[in-house]
């Protein structure tokens, strides 16, 4: 990896799903900073890593400014300290209607909520201590709008998207206690993206690109005013602003 002095590092944790490499292409692509991206995977992914390594290093012109690793967070922590950016993309869609067994439930929340916490916890290990400063300066957590009401078509999936956004919160309330020197949290809640999770949902205007999140994304986390939750795009907050308010004897003969 370079040692150039104004090269950042960004942690990328499900660095196989479209919207991380979406976003990786980005920060590789900047004008304004220089940076290099490790994309973090299970080691059922090492293939895909890899794949994704090489057309990252094609499209960047510099093959060294991305690499992958795979492991759980405690396993790879020493990594987490090098870093100025941590993004968890990981993600698992279910079809809901159709569970039959509580493994398909338990992985939801594995790998929307109870990975992302890991991650999140390890990566302020110690945080507290003013003597003791990290490198990591934002913790940027994908989440989903399916997290802001509970619908009969994405029960499951939105549970476990709802417990990592009262997470977020609590830990953005938590670092802000503690000072400046603590990194700064960020949700980010896209809409239905096109990508792997979303091949069963009919194409619409609402169904947006990868592309699309990624820049939303990579611009909140250049303005330093960005709020703690940013939608993406920013019209799902009015969208779902609404659907909240909808009176349950309405919502309920609905099929949302």
Known sequence: MSTHPKTKTALIVGGTSAIALALAEKLLRSKT?????????????INRLESARRHL??????????????????????????????VIASGFLP????????????ETFEANTLLPIKWCETAIADISRHDNPKLLK?????GSVAGDRGRSSNYIYGAAKAAIATYCEGLAHRLALIG?????????????????????IKDS?????????????????QNPKS???????SWW????????????????????
């Open 227 to 233: 709020p703690s939750v940013c939608y993406a795009p």
């Open 57 to 86: 290093g094609i499209l960047c012109g510099d093959a060294s400014r991305c690499r992958w690793i795979t492991g759980t967070p405690d396993y790879i922590w020493g990594v987490i300290d090098t870093c100025q950016l941590l």
């Open 33 to 45: 900073e220089r940076w290099e991206v490790i994309l973090a995977g299970r080691s059922i992914s």
């Open 180 to 200: 400046k020197h603590a990194p700064k949290v960020m949700l980010i809640k896209p809409g239905p993206t096109r990508s792997g999770m979303t091949q069963h």
């Open 205 to 221: 205007l609402l169904l947006q690109s990868p592309e699309k999140i990624a820049g939303v994304i990579h611009a909140a986390l």
């Open 95 to 106: 079809n809901t209607p159709a569970l039959s067994s509580d493994k398909e439930t338990l």
């Open 237 to 256: 907050k009015l969208i779902m602003d609404i659907i909240k308010q909808i009176p349950e004897k309405i919502i309920w003969k609905t099929k949302m």
């Open 138 to 142: 934002k913790i940027c957590v994908i």
